[in-house]
C-alpha cells in the first residue's frame, strides 16, 4: 500500500512540475498565478532568450529571427539591437545592420556605456560608413571608439586608409605611426608607411619600411612593386627589375608592374624585353589607345613595320588625338612631374633633371617629361644628353615638330650634318612657323658648309 501511494505521490509530482514554467520553477517560492500572469506581459523575454542562444551558436538566420520578433513584441535591451545588427551583417543586410547598430548605440550609450557591445557598435557602424564612401562619418565613429578603447591599433589603422584616399598625407603618416607604436609589426601598417614614404619622396623611409613589409608577409606582390619604385627613381635599374619581377610572381596580374618592366626596358632599350609585357598589356586593354601606341613603337624599334603599323593605327582609332602622349602621365608619376616643371621655372636645372629622370623611368613614352628633361640639359649647357633627349623623344613621335627644331638648332651648333634633317623636316611640320625665316637662314649656312 505504502508502494502505491509513493507511486502516485511521484506521478503528481511529475505532473505539477510539467506544468510549470521557466519562470515557476526558478520562483517556486513565488505565487504561480502570479508568474503566469507576468510571463504573459513579458512574452518577448522568450524570444529573445532563444534568439541569444542562437546567436552564441553562430545560427545567423534563426538567431535573426527570433531577435526581429523580440523586437517587434517591446525589447528596449541595446545588447539585443546590437546582436540584430550583427546578424544582418552577416547575411549582407547592411542597410539594416547600420539601423540596428545605430539603435543599440543610442541605448548602451545611455544606460551601459562600458559594455564592450557599445565599442563594438561604434567600430561596425564606421567600418560600414566606409564602405559606403561616408568618410567623415566612419571618421566621427571611429573617434568614440577610441575613446572607449584608445589601445585598439585597427582604429588608428582605419583612420590611416581614409586619410590616404582623401590625400591627407600629413594625417595619414600621424595615424599609421601610432599604429606602429602599438603594433610595431602590423604588416598592413607597414606597407601604408612605406607607400606614404613613397608619395611624400622619402625614399630611404620607404625602402625600410617596404622591406619590412615583405618580410612580414604583407601585401607581397604591391610592397615588392613599391621597392621597385623605390630602386627605379634612386637609378637602381637593375634591382628595380627584380623587385617588378619578384611582383609579378607573387600575382601575375600585378598591371603596374607590367607596365613598370615594360618602360624600364625601353628606356634600356629592351625592346624585346618590353615587347612581352606590352603585347600581354594590349590582351588584357584593348580599348586603352596608350598601351596599343606603345607596342607599336617598340614593334618600330624591332622592324615590325606591319605590326607597327596596324597597333599605331588601332591607337589613333581609339584616341584620335593621342592625348596621353602629351596630355597626362602615367598615375603616380603627375606629382614628379610637376614638382620638375616647377625646380626648371625656379631656374633650378639639376634638381629639375633629377625629378625628371625619375618620373622618365615610370613613364618614358610621356613626351613632355622627355622634352622638358632635353630642355634642362641644354639649359645647364649639356648638349650631348639634349640630344640624345630629342633623339629618343622622336622614337616615340617621329613627326613631333619642337624636338626636330630644338634638335635641329643643336646639331647646327655642333656643326653636324643630321642639322638640315631636322631644321627641314620642322618647315614641312610647321610651314607657317614664326621662326621660318631664321631655319632658312640656318640651312642656307648649312650648304655653304
Known sequence: MRKIITIIFLFMLSSTASSQTRWMRLHPDVSWNYLKEWEKEHSWLTPAREGKIFFQKHRVGEARTLLEQAVAEGSDDGRLFYELGYCCQAEGDNEKALRYYREALARLARRDPEHLYHFNAEYLIGALCEEKGEDEEALSHYENALKLRPETAILYYRKAYIFHRQGHSDQSLAEIRRVLELTPDSGSALYLAGVLSLERGDLPSARKYLEKAVRNGAEASSAFYCLGAVSSRTGRYEDAIEYYEKALQADPEHREARIALANLFFERDDFSGARKHLEW?????????????????????????????????????????????????????????????????????????????????????????????????????????????YTRLLRIDPDYGPAHLNLGILAFKKKLRSAAYHLRKYLELKPDSGQADLIKRYLRELRGW
Open 281 to 389: 598589356l594590349v590582351r588584357r586593354e584593348p580599348a586603352v589607345a596608350r598601351r596599343h601606341y606603345n607596342l607599336g613603337v617598340v614593334y618600330r624599334q624591332l622592324e615590325m613595320d606591319e605590326e607597327a603599323g596596324r597597333e599605331l593605327e588601332e591607337a589613333r582609332r581609339i584616341d584620335p588625338d593621342l592625348v596621353f602622349l602629351s596630355g597626362y602621365p602615367l598615375e603616380g608619376v603627375a606629382a614628379l612631374f610637376t614638382e620638375a616643371n616647377q625646380s626648371q621655372a625656379e631656374g633650378d636645372y639639376q634638381r629639375a633633371i633629377i625629378l625628371y629622370r625619375q618620373a622618365r623611368a615610370e613613364d618614358p613614352l610621356f613626351i613632355p617629361i622627355r622634352y622638358n628633361l632635353a630642355l634642362a640639359y641644354a639649359a645647364r649647357g649639356e648638349r650631348n644628353q639634349a640630344i640624345r633627349q
